[in-house]
């Protein structure tokens, strides 16, 4: 079984700042582009960053300059940086991963549980 476990998450002023992570565990060959989601109550779940193997990052406009992801292949791990957090930025964050469990096997999506940010103002 593949796992993405986030941590990280917590209670924040405006302003303020936090760093999520994520980690993949089980079998994995390959990770291709990881990233972060998120979803605030009675909306969708949208985009927030991506980042390539290659290192190429993609970001929401409306976390531009705010946020920041790294990644560490060899730790199989995503990072967001998150600073002056917003009250418009509390969510659940979910971490997701395109990967190859075996040599043969396709890439997947998948998804971590979720961490909850809220952002007080």
């Known amino acids: 079984q593949v796992q993405l476990v986030e941590s990280g998450g917590g209670l924040v002023q405006a302003g303020g700042s936090l760093r999520l992570s994520c980690a993949a565990s089980?079998?994995?060959?390959?990770?291709?582009?990881m990233g972060w989601y998120r979803q605030a109550p009675g909306k969708q779940r949208e985009m927030v960053a991506t980042i390539t193997s290659g290192g190429d990052t993609n970001f929401a406009d409306s976390v531009k300059g705010r946020f920041t992801i790294s990644r560490d292949s060899a730790k199989k791990s995503v990072y967001l940086q998150m600073n002056s957090l917003e009250p418009e930025d509390t969510a659940v964050y979910f971490c997701y991963a395109v990967l190859k469990r075996t040599f043969s096997t396709a890439y997947i999506a998948s998804w971590g549980q979720g961490t909850q940010v809220t952002v007080s103002s």
């Open positions: 089980g079998s994995i060959v390959s990770i291709g582009l």
